[in-house]
C-alpha cells in the first residue's frame, strides 16, 4: 500500500546548487502534479501531467523543470536553488476524470 | 479564475464543541468541492467531496454541503475531539466540466483547528 512516494523527506540546498525531488506512485493514475505548501499562502501548482509525456505549467513553474517519462514517476528539478524555493513540496496523483487527489507526505527544502 | 476563500485561523474550540469552518468559493465551470484534511508532518488526505448543488459530503463526523446559490460549502462537525487538530483545505476542481483532464485542485489557505482537552 506505498500510494504515493517522495524523497528525499528532508534536503539543504546552498544557493545556485541543483537537485531533483522524486516522486512515484503505484495506483496507475494519468494525473501527477506538484505543490508548494508557504506559510500563509496555501498550496500552490507549480507543474502537472495528465499522462507520459505530457507536461503544463500550474501556477508558479519558474526555477522548476518536470518531465513525465513514465506513468509512475513525476520528478522535479531545481536547475539553481535560489532561497526563495524554501518551502515544503508535495506530489499528488489522481484519476484525470475525478479532482480527488492523493498527496506525499512531503519534502521540505531549505536554500541557504 | 478560480478561487477559495476560507478563514484562516487558528481556531481553537473545546473537546465536544460544535465546529464550523467557512468556505467560499469562485468559479467559472460546475465545480466539484472538496476538504482536504492535514495532520502534523503529514501529506493531505481527502476528508470528504461533493460534485453537484445540494449534494452532501461527509465523513468522520464532518459534513458540508455544496450551496451552488452562495457559493459556499462550509465544513461542520457537532462534537469536535482532541484528534481532530490539523489543518483543514477547501479546495474546488472545474475538471469534470472540461470533460477530464484535471488541471489541478484551487486550494483555499488553510484553517489551523486546535482542539483542547
Known amino acids: 500500500n506505498a500510494g504515493v512516494t517522495q524523497t528525499p523527506k528532508f534536503q539543504v540546498l546552498k544557493t545556485g546548487q541543483s537537485m531533483t525531488l522524486q516522486c512515484a506512485q503505484d495506483m496507475n493514475h494519468e494525473y501527477m502534479s506538484w505543490y508548494r505548501q508557504d506559510p500563509g499562502m496555501g498550496l500552490r501548482l507549480i507543474h502537472y501531467s495528465v499522462g507520459a509525456g505530457i507536461t503544463d505549467q500550474g501556477e508558479v513553474p519558474n526555477g522548476y523543470n518536470v518531465s513525465r517519462s513514465t506513468t509512475e514517476d513525476f520528478p522535479l528539478r531545481l536547475l539553481s536553488a535560489a532561497p526563495s524555493q524554501t518551502s515544503v513540496y508535495f506530489c499528488a496523483s489522481g484519476r484525470s476524470n475525478t479532482g480527488e487527489l492523493f498527496f506525499g507526505e512531503g519534502s521540505r527544502l531549505t536554500v541557504l | 479564475g478560480n478561487s477559495v476563500t476560507q478563514m484562516e485561523g487558528p481556531v481553537t474550540l473545546s473537546e465536544e464543541a460544535f465546529l464550523t469552518i467557512n468556505c467560499t468559493y469562485t468559479?467559472?465551470?460546475?465545480?466539484?468541492l472538496f476538504w482536504y484534511v492535514q495532520y502534523p508532518g503529514e501529506g493531505l488526505q481527502l476528508l470528504l467531496k461533493a460534485t453537484k448543488a445540494d449534494d452532501k459530503g461527509s465523513n468522520k463526523g464532518f459534513e458540508a454541503t455544496y450551496r451552488k446559490e452562495t457559493t459556499s460549502f462550509h465544513l461542520e462537525k457537532g462534537s469536535v475531539q482532541v484528534s481532530d487538530s490539523a489543518v483543514y483545505f477547501c479546495?474546488?476542481?472545474?475538471?469534470?466540466?472540461?470533460?477530464?483532464?484535471?488541471?489541478?485542485?484551487?486550494f483555499g489557505k488553510g484553517t489551523h483547528l486546535i482542539i483542547q482537552p
Open positions: 479546495a474546488l476542481s472545474d475538471s469534470l466540466d472540461s470533460g477530464g483532464g484535471a488541471d489541478g485542485l484551487t
Open positions: 468559479a467559472t465551470g460546475y465545480p466539484s
